[in-house]
């Protein structure tokens, strides 16, 4: 082999280990850091539940007699006053039982003024006896007689007077039953159910059964919310409360929570609360029965330092090798462009940012949420020809 063939050789040597440590050099994998600007913002924690918004007092109207409607004065969405008659039931049948209670009454009367007629007659005549007995003019028998039918007379008397007020109470519960067949409004409201129809049958038993159902101020509402087990111990009353409705997708409306009710329900194992919470409805647009998707405002940190939540997530396995730490800390770009920890104490969180409390970060600091590993060699390949 000559001089010339081994200067050949050396030098393909050479370039193929000059190839091969561009193409390593090239390979190598760098990291690269997604972050995102530190700033102020508004944080809300709140507790999500539905419920149903009803009047906050509504009124069962029912009847205390049984009989058929005759009449109906009042329909779904009507307004009514106190004392306005909604219906009536048919008053045939009590009307006649007042008019004999008043006959009952008048005869009972009349045997009254009678047996005192006769009991004042039986007196004088006892007492006439009883001055002929003291002259001898009559027998100790017949003194003991005309005493004896006095005495019947008084206690048939007595006997009239208890007819007189039994009558009297007869006549005062029929009458009562006759008023009862008018079904009256006991407040200012408005009609939002009605159970019966002209000609229907009501049974007054043992339960009164509900005719109407009238909301006093629809005003004034309530949503009935029902609460987790597992969250009702962050609900406390006068915390604020925003809620949307199906039928107005794109309104938000505002309450408070009025009351905590610590009787619970439970429905396939799983426990909840009643939480209270009071609206207005000053433009009528709450309608009893509607759902409402109810978020409890339980913290609320306003203009605060917040890093988004996957901060918390992120740890540069590169850089601490998989160790763990014992206090709780994010990962920004440090001047020299290299991730550098910081400890902080954190506050309110929304489950998209989380509040900053206490901790060396600022606004407008870079905290690192993510990072990927590359290979940028292929445009460099391209470039030398390698690809």
Not at 170 to 198: A, F, H, M, Q, W
Not at 231 to 244: A, L
């Amino acid at each position: 082999m000559n001089k010339k063939t081994i200067i050949i050789i050396i030098s393909a040597l050479v370039l193929i280990l000059l190839l091969l440590g561009v193409i390593k050099l090239c390979t190598k994998k760098s990291v690269f850091y997604k972050s995102v600007p530190v700033k102020k913002r508004t944080i809300v924690e709140s507790v999500e539940a539905s419920g149903t918004i009803n009047p906050v007092q509504t009124v069962d109207i029912g009847t205390q007699v049984s009989g058929t409607i005759k009449y109906i004065y009042a329909d779904y969405n009507s307004k009514v006053k106190k004392g306005d008659l909604l219906a009536q039931i048919d008053p045939a049948l009590f009307q006649a039982q007042v008019d004999k209670a008043r006959s009952d009454l008048n005869a009972a009367k009349a045997n009254y003024q009678r047996s005192k007629s006769m009991l004042e007659y039986e007196k004088k005549n006892y007492e006439r006896y009883a001055r002929l007995y003291t002259k001898n003019y009559v027998s100790k028998s017949e003194v003991d007689l005309a005493e004896a039918n006095y005495k019947s007379n008084l206690a048939e008397v007595n006997a009239m007077k208890a007819q007189i007020n039994q009558a009297s109470a007869t006549l005062e519960n029929n009458l009562t039953n006759l008023r009862y067949t008018k079904i009256i409004s006991p407040v200012d409201g408005v009609v939002v159910s009605r159970s019966v129809d002209v000609g229907q049958t009501v049974a007054a038993s043992f339960q009164t059964p509900t005719l109407f159902m009238v909301a006093q101020d629809l005003t004034q509402m309530q949503i009935e919310v029902n609460v987790s087990e597992a969250d009702i111990g962050r609900i406390k009353v006068g915390q604020d409360v925003t809620y949307t409705l199906d039928g107005y997708a794109n309104e938000e409306f505002h309450g408070k929570v009025s009351q905590v009710r610590i009787s619970p329900t439970t429905v396939s194992n799983v426990v909840t609360y009643t939480v209270i919470v009071d609206v207005t409805n000053e433009e009528n647009k709450l309608i009893p029965g509607m759902t409402a998707n109810v978020s409890v405002i339980t913290n609320k940190s306003e203009n605060v330092i917040a890093v988004p939540v996957a901060a918390f997530r992120f740890t540069p396995k590169e850089i601490t090798g998989g160790k763990k730490f014992e206090k709780q800390g994010v990962w920004v770009m440090a001047k020299n462009k290299k991730p550098q920890r910081i400890e902080v104490t954190t506050g309110a969180s929304d489950g998209d940012y989380t509040a900053i409390t206490e901790g060396n970060i600022k606004e407008g600091d870079r905290v690192i949420i993510d990072s990927s590993n590359t290979q940028k060699t292929t445009a460099k390949r391209r470039r030398m020809g390698i690809l």
